[in-house]
């Protein structure tokens, strides 16, 4: 069975597998969220000849060493070269637009590293069509791996009943705050978006950076951007709609939402040279105290645990749109996930390793205050562990999810989602009439059909 991008599967699934990270519900067998050691080997661990050299190459997209990510996966990297002496496994740690461009050169000249890094759905399926991907199916039914995922996660990663790739989340969109510079400011949390533009420009007079962003990274403002398009359509399946002939990007609610994003860019609701900053510099500026919001993903949750604002910052879901839109929708964000090159030289290998890391992944996670929001279950206390109320109030929005939209990128062919970034990215740097964005996109659409 395919990957299914329709309203109803996207609503049923994720929601049933989003719901699962906040419950706690999860059974990794003996693989506690608190377990203090790693299963010290996976099945195929003593059939490596202890003669031979190999050598893994790992890419991925932790490249932040402030990042809770970059030192779990050092951890287990390290832990799996001390129990397999004669494997090296070579990090190539780059971020999200980096990786992305480099796969795509890989790609081109059949060069796909051991172990890559790919996103659900449309983005994946290039890749898949192409041949570049070993079948995983076997793999995760060792030792239990297949059942440490959420219910359904997988499917977006599955295509004609062949799994191609191990995501590290399961995410939703959400606004951060710094409790702190709203006191400062003297503004409440907004609950509707034009409350939203009375925070930002209050804040903006008063000295304080409203909002910070990468967009050098452009996928960051169209995550941005697709959360208003879900308020303005009044709910998800906007692109589904498109796809399926019943509405075109000139449609009033895109419209919309292109207004609205404009007057939030024009409110000076972003830093200074956006294009410029990257996805990580952009956080960072969040993480050190710089600015009072940050939309991103929930995945950011255990980066700010671990910064110098933890214990400074709330959340709350993004607001309606003159009145239209719920916020228990979110964009839902099904994880980058790991895939191996079918061409790997050492495939075996290479499978053993990722089985390993995977199995590991939610363990390490936990301890590291890094849980909220990976793609598998864990079995173990948040609140018991230290996690900060911020990350227990997130886990609280899990349960509340009623659906929402994937990523464009996630959902439409690469041709038109380029067209999309790069459209959504120009609105950071000059103002456009909403109607020739709307065209802008059209026209990408139909030329890529």
Not at 47 to 58: H, L, R, V, W
Not at 222 to 234: P, Q, V
Request: with cysteine.
């Amino acid at each position: 069975m395919g990957i299914k991008l329709g309203k109803i599967a996207l609503i049923g699934v994720l929601a049933l597998s989003l719901g699962a990270c906040g419950g706690n519900s999860g059974n990794q067998g003996s693989d506690n969220g608190q377990g203090s050691n790693p299963p010290a080997n996976s099945n195929e661990g003593s059939k490596n000849d202890p003669k031979e050299k190999i050598q893994i190459t790992f890419q991925n997209i932790f490249p932040d060493p402030t990042d809770p990510k970059h030192g779990i996966m050092k951890k287990i990297v390290a832990q799996y070269e001390a129990d397999h002496p004669n494997v090296k496994i070579e990090l190539d740690s780059l971020n999200t637009d980096q990786q992305k461009l480099k796969l795509k050169t890989q790609a081109a000249s059949k060069e796909v590293p051991d172990i890559t890094v790919v996103n659900p759905a449309a983005q994946m399926k290039p890749f898949v069509d192409a041949g570049l991907f070993a079948p995983l199916n076997d793999m995760v039914e060792k030792n239990g791996l297949k059942e440490t995922f959420q219910d359904g996660l997988l499917d977006w990663y599955t295509f004609d009943n062949n799994l191609y790739a191990l995501p590290d989340g399961n995410n939703i969109g959400v606004v951060y705050y710094n409790k702190e510079l709203f006191e400062q400011g003297g503004v409440q949390v907004p609950t509707t978006f034009e409350e939203m533009l009375e925070v930002v420009t209050t804040l903006k007079a008063k000295g304080i950076q409203p909002m910070v962003i990468g967009e050098k990274d452009t996928w960051t403002g169209s995550f941005l951007f697709m959360n208003m398009l879900l308020r303005t359509n009044d709910g998800p399946g906007f692109l589904q709609d498109v796809l399926d002939g019943r509405k075109t990007f000139e449609d009033p609610a895109f419209i919309e939402a292109v207004d609205s994003f404009q007057e939030l860019v024009q409110a000076g609701a972003f830093q200074e040279g956006v294009t410029s900053f990257d996805y990580n510099a952009g956080e960072n500026l969040f993480k050190t105290g710089k600015a009072a919001m940050y939309y991103m993903g929930s995945w950011a949750t255990g980066g700010i645990e671990t910064s110098s604002v933890n214990g400074k910052v709330g959340v709350f879901k993004f607001p309606t749109i003159n009145g239209n839109g719920d916020p228990d929708e979110f964009m839902l964000a099904p994880g980058s996930a790991f895939a191996i090159s079918a061409n790997s030289k050492h495939l075996e290998e290479t499978k053993d390793f990722l089985n390993y890391f995977m199995l590991n992944f939610p363990i390490e996670s936990f301890k590291a205050k890094g849980a909220v929001g990976i793609g598998q279950k864990v079995d173990g206390d948040y609140k018991e562990a230290g996690y900060s109320e911020m990350a227990m109030e997130i886990l609280s929005f899990f349960k509340d999810v009623k659906g929402g939209d994937l990523a464009f990128d996630n959902t439409m062919n690469p041709g038109t989602a380029q067209a999309h970034l790069t459209s959504i990215q120009n609105l950071f740097v000059q103002k456009k009439d909403a109607a020739e964005v709307a065209k802008e996109h059209q026209t990408a659409f139909e030329s890529n059909q």
